[in-house]
């Protein structure tokens, strides 16, 4: 069984509609709060090498990008960690802070545990204005789909691309991107985390219309041949770009990078060029 | 180096005083938020024979119990679950659901991750008004020192009193008894999930006064060996009552049951019958 069908599983335990977007949507005054929490462990999503100031930085960078998808503020992050060896955790905690302050949110708490596998959870929260809320249900067709950087990156570095290290081991969370763009009016968002083409499935899961992308313009990683450039940008995770759908007046948004890749199609399908997209990318896969 | 060595460490990396609460405090429109998050592991949270359900049951509870340390309504949880076999992820989601139903909270989310170990990190939410917020710092000579409930029982269980596994593994937080003491203007507050004794020390640290208690007032496990019994509230992790001081006139409180078991006094010691408290309990530990 994979992530996506052990989801379908929890929505029969927990509010459906709770697991759709990036972020759980809390009252808050006048305010929503959105919350969003992710594990990480050395095994499976720390690359050899990595340091522990990386380590602690990725850990709230994609709990960051998730608050960014929502179109709210960055506010507050929790960081658990599951430690191993005890000389790790200033360099985690220097990384996760700086992570913080580079985003405009605050480091306010946590828990310590000892664990023989490196494991670090975090929790961000962050606040918007209802108007201003992006959710992953909202695109119509008509809408162009588009997306703040290069895909791909972080697999090419996976695969050898040494020149990507960087984008792979500190992802650059959008929060000032993902806030802009929910004042701007974009109609749904989502981060990119699993790659383009299972985000690309996970807004058709809760849509009422389709995704059609144009693989020509999709913004590819630097010095890699342009067929495994495409390749990467469609099918590689670890990218924390974010997607989303918008109406073609509301692009360009000051201050945005947006690429411009496709448009939002009536028919209930995911199309490259024409034709049905693959729907794979980064899952986790439980063998039993 | 223990837990608190380390939890010093990084009291140089971010914000001390955010170090010194069960939870994170933010605010929130009118009300103040509570944020709190826990990791719980196999190997070291989860006692042999335990069911799915009572591991979901415990890492909610464990956290909702820090939400009620600070006067609080519990509000919302999010849980990330780091899965060693698909077959627990049904009856984990149920117990974890139900523990939230229990305390009038809602599961709203969370992640999920294939782990060698199961490995589970709740974060709970709450709110409460300014006025009600019951912090660790507060206390006043004069004050007398009450706790929720009986002590030890979880660590009775683990030492072979079976009569005590429901407490042990099914570990009810104080809920209903943090929101009503935090409205009746206790003084400080905290959970003791590592021990009485640990957990007065970690009054003493944050607070200019010190904390005497009256063995003989300690509300013991039943059907253990008086001299064991008391060992075992001293020092025994796993509890989650409320430990708090209040001035002597809020006590009783309608709706909690409350044991006094001390006084705040103004020397800045920990006493037990008068005589110095030995610092110990429940501690992870780093042999690194």
Redesign the interface.
């Known amino acids: ?1 994979d ?1 996506r069908g ?2 379908r ?2 929505g029969t ?3 459906p509609e ?2 759709e977007d990036d ?2 949507i ?1 009252p ?4 929503l ?1 959105v ?7 050395e ?2 999503d720390f690359p050899a090498g990595m340091t522990d100031w990386q380590v602690g930085w990725m850990a709230v960078a994609v709990t960051l990008s998730d608050v960014a998808s929502m179109g709210a503020a960055p ?2 992050v ?6 191993d ?3 790790r ?2 360099g985690i ?2 990384g996760a ?1 700086d992570c913080c302050a580079a985003a405009g949110a ?12 490196l ?1 670090l ?1 975090s ?1 961000g ?1 962050g606040t918007v204005a209802p108007e201003h809320l992006v959710r992953r249900r909202g695109a119509r067709p008509g809408d162009v789909i588009a997306v703040t950087g290069p895909l791909g990156e972080a697999q090419a570095a996976l695969v050898g691309y040494d020149r990507h290290r960087k984008e792979l081991l500190e992802p650059q969370p959008r929060t000032k991107e993902g806030e802009i763009l929910g004042r701007a009016g974009v109609s749904a968002m989502m981060d990119i985390s699993d790659g383009l083409a299972l985000s690309l499935y996970d807004l058709l899961a809760v849509n009422d219309c389709g995704f059609s992308v144009d693989t020509g313009r999709l913004p590819l990683p630097a010095g890699v041949p342009e067929d495994e450039a495409r390749e990467l940008a469609l099918y590689g995770g670890g990218d924390f770009e974010l997607l989303f759908s918008a109406p073609p007046d509301v692009l360009p948004v000051p201050g945005v990078e947006a690429h411009v890749i496709g448009e939002v199609i009536p028919e209930r399908v995911v199309l490259a060029d024409g034709e049905p997209l693959e729907r794979r990318g980064y899952l ?3 063998t ?1």
């Not at 929790?78 to 430690?83: D, K, M, Q, T």
């Open positions: 069984m992530e052990l989801h599983l929890i335990i927990i509010a709770r697991l972020c759980a809390i808050c005054g006048d305010l709060m919350a969003s929490t992710d594990m990480l462990h095994t499976t506010g507050q929790l960081l658990a960690v599951g430690l060896r005890p000389e955790l200033a905690m220097v802070r605050e480091l306010v708490g946590g828990d310590l545990d000892a664990h023989r596998e494991t959870v929790t929260l986790h896969e439980w039993g």
